[in-house]
């Protein structure tokens, strides 16, 4: 089976799993912080709108959640003044 043909065949929650599952990993060995439930659910909704705008690269997928996890750390950031920030711990 083709990769497009794979693809068609994906639901949209199959989809989104690894580029979400990969973002959390490559962000939290990063930053060395966590991501709380709230992100989290988050992160699937910005990767699930991407995804059924069209989105097929996983990728390109994996690199939109990053870039949602980072806007969501500054806006944390600016909000509380703090270097840890809600939503996000550092990891032990």
Known sequence: MS???RW???SSAEKLVR???RAI???CSVAK???DV???RGLARHIKSWVDRGVEDQSRLTVHGLDYL??????????SGDRV????RETP
């Open 70 to 79: 980072r806007s969501q750390e500054q806006a944390s950031r600016r909000a």
């Open 8 to 10: 068609l065949a994906m």
């Open 85 to 88: 920030t809600s939503g996000y």
């Open 38 to 40: 709230r992100t989290r």
């Open 3 to 5: 990769k497009v043909a």
């Open 19 to 21: 580029p979400f599952a």
């Open 25 to 27: 990993k490559i962000y």
């Open 33 to 35: 912080r966590r991501v």
